[in-house]
């Protein structure tokens, strides 16, 4: 029995493990789960928690791989938190004693992970480059209005650096679409030089009511567009991929949310990649990017992360690139160094953004690039960035 998207499986609870396991379920004298993120959210918070964390989602998956070896969840759990118990009593764990519990994962791990990674397999695959950069966007006088207003509520924080639209009482109409928004503005002058290029686009965002705006913006400009979301049925999805991935395909940009549109499906005949809102969980990014960077692709692969310069997205960013960089550890050196979600949150509404706000907003404009700058990073050779130079 081989379960693609197998970290699915992390749930015991859910209708995936029901179905595979159940009284009805599948008979298989060998099971093998396929992930791309074996290690996702939670998983990685082993050495996260000030005393030993409860690791049920790792449990979960070796049940349904061993059910007669890890039978039960208790047992999984006290083998991770006997050695920092006095009595009945948790104790913290220091830094070394949190090397020891990854030392402990690793044994486990080991009889039953490959891991393989594109670098390790670029011979055989032959895929093309990718490459990721980072453009910074500034705000437009409304949004830097509404952020001031939010009073650190994150996710409004949040909404406001993608578009100011995204508040019903500050829908301005379709004319202020594009100068109202930085990100918007940005997304604005490089569409046209991607077009230009012969390149194909997808946007991921987290917000289905943004989705919405940019659908109403490629109108506007009469891109030939896809929209993918949690609110298309399957029969939608299979249809749209066909249409997107036809030979020939007249359409231009392809709009997903993040979470529907980043696993399972083949989107390789694009070659650009638009991260408009980063998610907190970076795994969910790294497999939107994973829809065309992928055997059958033939092109140079280009991502691109739309960033706010000082504004919480940065928090974001920062923060997600720190647990990808733990993932590696978790599953190869061992070594961790992050806080809880909690403490994370919390130090993002803790922060004075009034007080400071006007000169982040000047600090930003210094890091915001220029056109010839921006020319430089969305460009795949010398010959598209003379032509997006003629554009300007």
């Not at 030392?103 to 695959?125: G, Q, W």
């Not at 437009?140 to 650190?152: C, D, E, G």
């Not at 007249?250 to 990649?273: C, H, K, P, W």
Request: negative net charge.
């Amino acid at each position: 029995l081989v379960v693609d998207e197998g970290h699915r499986l992390k749930n015991r609870e859910s209708k995936l493990f029901s179905c595979l396991t159940g009284r009805n379920g599948y008979r298989a004298s060998h099971r093998l789960i396929l992930s791309g993120t074996p290690l996702q959210a939670r998983l990685l918070t082993l050495a996260h928690f000030p005393s030993p964390p409860p690791i049920h989602e790792l449990w979960s998956l070796l049940n349904f791989l061993l059910p007669e070896v890890f039978d039960t969840n208790e047992d999984f759990q006290e083998w991770f938190s006997k050695p920092f118990r006095t009595g009945d009593d948790e104790v913290d764990v220091d830094d070394e004693e949190k090397e020891f519990l990854i030392k402990c994962l690793h044994a486990i791990l080991r009889p039953f992970m490959t891991r393989r990674l594109k670098a390790d397999l670029k011979d055989i695959m032959q895929l093309p480059e990718t490459r990721e950069n980072i453009l910074k966007c500034e705000f437009s006088s409304l949004q830097k209005v509404l952020y001031l207003q939010m009073n650190n509520r994150v996710a409004q924080l949040r909404k406001v650096c993608n578009h100011p639209f995204l508040f019903d009482e500050y829908f301005l109409g379709n004319e202020f679409l594009i100068r109202s928004c930085g990100k918007l503005e940005l997304l604005d002058r490089i569409l046209p030089k991607l077009q230009a290029a012969d390149h194909r686009v997808l946007i991921y965002s987290q917000m289905v009511k943004l989705l919405h705006i940019l659908q109403g913006y490629c109108e506007m400009k009469r891109y030939k567009h896809l929209v993918l979301s949690g609110e298309s049925s399957s029969e939608d999805r299979i249809n749209m991929m066909k249409l997107w991935n036809a030979e020939d395909s007249e359409y231009f940009i392809f709009m997903l949310s993040t979470r529907a549109g980043g696993q399972g499906i083949n989107l390789q005949t694009a070659d650009t990649v638009i991260i408009y809102d980063s998610d907190w969980n970076p795994m969910m990014d790294e497999q939107a990017k994973a829809r065309v960077h992928r055997l059958g692709q033939t092109k140079q692969c280009l991502v691109l992360r739309l960033i706010t310069p000082n504004t919480v997205e940065e928090k974001v960013n920062k923060r997600a690139q720190t647990r990808l960089a733990n993932e590696d550890l978790a599953i190869e050196t061992g070594r961790f160094n992050l806080r809880t979600d909690v403490e994370d949150t919390h130090e993002l509404l803790k922060q004075k953004l009034a007080k400071e706000f006007e000169s982040k907003m000047e600090q930003a404009k210094e890091q915001v690039h220029t056109d010839e700058e921006v020319n430089e990073l969305i460009a795949r050779s010398q010959e598209e960035i003379d032509l997006f130079n003629e554009m300007d």
